[in-house]
């Protein structure tokens, strides 16, 4: 799911970043693999069904339940809305619940910072099963990846966009090259002589997730802490890594890049697929819920 | 507009009373003369561009806004939530403007209990034009009907259902008479000879409302300031004027009850063409977030 209707809750004052990066989006998900023919690639907008189970699921859904929940107070922190919450933002994590209950998701990948989203759907499904009928939606399960998620090249927080840390899959070699170059690294090393710390680094968290020989990693290490090596020389290592892991997502990217009716017909197949199954659920929750009248 | 998704925020653990509802309120609004040759009537959820519409406006409504509302504030205390504030509970001002705004509503005919959330439907016009492009969504006015809304039965509050305390227009001559002869009048009035009062009292409050010869209501009112007519009198004329009110209101409902068809072609020629315009007003709010996309 592109989530563009989601995306508006940060950038409503800015709505054309969403609809520039939509085809974005898709694309990225194209580059890293995912095969339109086995995955179903669509548009939350496209989806009207989507929203209609959110404002149900808002019913059963108490207000502290929202303001508590950890993501949400993290990110509360993290986008300085001070006194000016808008409701779409405290709300998403019940608009997350329909887009994952929508397609009667039994795994969802996440973040483990976004464990407690998943909770709260867990929730929202338990509840709406014991009010309206059990096996009306399908209760998800979160799927953490082996590595954890990575903190930004500034060494803050999570990457990611919004923060403006992040490495794109659309850098090109030399945009990667330069962002590592001004990774940040232990802030306590001065010289390339000192001894350097490597736990909580992001120069060998990044090493960690992304090196193919993780042998050189090691080495690498032992030698930061003694310092016998220089941050120019991890960081080149770095670069040369990330962007062997990017090389077949660029090409893969470039195939698709210049086809812009291939990409719009993925999006169109996929929105009207999606919108099926969307469907069904929702006709499922009104009939739980005994509003699925005929006129 | 028949709410039954709204109606749905207080009765989510009891969505059968709201389903069994749907056809006796489209029966109320034949009955009381609506023609469907001139005004569409609905069912809110076979409208889901107003749940798109809500959630999109959801983006600009801050929290503390909706907290601060005269009306949720009052409703809030009315309906015993305690800690437990259904978010459905909270966001239903904003869910009125989408179906206000849905249909391009010029006037909005309101209890003056409502006035809070006509203002900020249209503080959500103002920002969504001024954010998005003038003109793009049309800005209501409230209209006050020249009877102030009434007090209940009891004498608390305004007359709801979900009080139980009101006067249906589908009550029958004798729940009419009951319901009268139960009224709360002036607690401090123990025998008829007793000074009563007539301001705030809710007979004399109906009367004002609904006799038909209020000549007859200001020589009631003398009279029982004097403590020189008995509440029996007072009820049984009010009733009388109620009753008279009621007749034809009851012979129309006469006319539609039987006939399920009739009001089957009604609820859905009315959803069909309410959902024409709605699409319409979802289309122009989508160009103007520039996320109506063509793939």
Known sequence: MVADVQALTDNFKTPEKVSENVRGVVLDYLSVGLDPRLVTIFIQSQIPEIAELTIFYLNIVNVGKLEQ?????????????????????LVYPVSQAADITSFEAELVPVGEDQLPMIE??????????????????TLPEAVLSNNQRLIGIDGKEKMSKSLNNAIYLSDTKDEVNKKVSKMYTDPNRIKTTDPGKVEGNPLFIYLDAFARD???????????RLGKVGDVEVKSFL???LNDFLNPIRM?????????????????????HARQIASSTLLKVKKAMKINYTF
Do not use: C, H, M, W
């Open 120 to 137: 709260l759907t867990r929730d929202i499904v338990k509840k709406f099963n014991t009010l309206y009928g059990k096996n009306t939606l």
């Open 69 to 89: 929940n950890p993501t949400v107070k993290t990110e509360l922190k993290q986008k300085n809305f001070g006194k000016e919450i808008p409701v779409g933002f």
């Open 239 to 241: 670069a040369q890594n």
């Open 252 to 272: 893969r990217r470039q195939e698709f890049a210049g086809d812009t009716k291939k990409i719009n017909k993925i999006i169109r197949d996929g929105s009207d």
């Open 214 to 224: 993780q042998q050189e990693v090691k080495d690498l290490k032992k030698r930061y």
